[in-house]
């Protein structure tokens, strides 16, 4: 990509270069966090609430990328930009009782927080054994 690609493209779509590796849905809706949500009955949910503008929610985010292992568990990511959704994020913190925090993971089971991190404390690993158990 070349210097004029970057600086002309949107904030959404730097962020969508961003997220690889992970299979991540996008969460861009309350009706969709309400499922995800009800949904989590059936199996592990993981929110990642994502700054794109902030350096720090952007290491974690690809540190959290690099260290991630396909494994056999059934487990569904989303990915929140949290700028282009703020009202999903707002939701978040009503629904599910968390402080908002950017960046944060979540991991939902059975409608329930299981773990719920912020900046340096996210780690893929400790999320994997979590929705592995």
Known sequence: MGIFDKFFKSQRDIAKDEITGIPWDSLESVDQLDNVIRNSRLKPKVIFKHSTRCGISRMVLKNFENNYVK???DVSY???D???FREVSNA???KLNVV???PQVIVLYQEEVLHNESHHGIDIKKVQEIVAN
Do not use: F, G
């Open 92 to 94: 978040i913190a009503q």
């Open 71 to 73: 494994n056999d568990v």
């Open 82 to 84: 949290l700028l282009q």
């Open 100 to 102: 908002h925090q950017s």
């Open 78 to 80: 989303y990915y929140l």
